[in-house]
């Protein structure tokens, strides 16, 4: 578990990361891990003095399994209402199966694989949300639309110290501070329009579903990848 900033925690399992917000009005959950992972959440509360009843919110970026996984479960036990986009709400409340991501397009050979993986358990979505719909998210959090990994990929900007962005799996980062697309995406023109809408934005830090954060200088990290799209 890793301190972002003050106030927001990055708690991981394997290879997907998921965070905290602590604020005012309860706790916001930013992604929420695999599936039977809510035992790593419950330890991040801990952590910071709170327990499953302060979870508030949960905010997802996607559908897929290992960023949807232990929402229902965390609802279950806190209450917590749940914020999605459209395009992503159908398989999050278990109606469809998650989009495959765009890694099946490169490799076309895993799709019948990928297509056997287990759905996470579906939830209730309260909140549709998109920067076209407005509507308030909890605490400082703002919307922004990052289609391409998934049709409704969503990440979110944090107003605090200098602004922080979830990036979920719109983009990836590499060692020493280079932003890419990483190998889950591919390029094609709506990911690419994702990543120069990112770049319009200021923030310091980005967490990433499968990175390390990057705690400086973010947003020229993704203007230096933009720049490089045709």
């Not at 706790?27 to 499953?52: C, E, M, N």
């Not at 232990?70 to 398989?91: H, I, N, P, T």
């Not at 920067?131 to 979110?156: N, R």
């Not at 705690?215 to 990290?221: E, F, L, Y």
């Amino acid at each position: 578990m890793d301190t972002i900033i003050p106030g927001v925690l990055q708690i991981s399992a394997g290879y997907v990361n998921a965070f905290i917000i602590d604020g005012d009005e309860g706790v916001t959950l930013v992604d929420a891990l695999l599936p039977k992972k809510q035992d790593k959440i419950l330890d991040g509360l801990h952590q910071i003095g709170r327990s499953i009843g302060d979870v508030a919110a949960i905010v997802l970026t996607h559908s897929h399994a290992d960023h949807a996984g232990s929402a229902a479960a965390v609802k279950r036990d806190s209450g917590a209402v749940v914020y999605a986009s459209a395009l992503d709400s159908a398989a999050i409340r278990g109606e469809t199966k998650p989009p495959l991501p765009p890694l099946a397009d490169r490799l076309p050979f895993l799709k019948p694989l990928m297509r056997m993986l287990p759905a996470p358990e579906g939830v209730v979505v309260e909140h549709v949300i998109g920067e076209a719909i407005g509507g308030k998210l909890p605490g400082d959090l703002e919307v922004i639309d990052t289609p391409g990994h998934t049709p409704g990929h969503t990440s979110f900007l944090l107003e605090r110290d200098g602004g922080l962005l979830f990036v979920g799996d719109a983009a990836i980062a590499r060692r020493g501070g280079k932003v890419k697309r990483g190998w889950m995406n591919r390029a094609e023109p709506t990911f690419d329009s994702s990543v120069r809408h990112i770049a319009e934005f200021e923030f310091q830090v980005a967490c990433f579903g499968h990175a390390a954060p990057l705690r400086s200088g973010a947003a020229g990290a993704f203007r230096s990848f933009a720049a490089t799209l045709t």
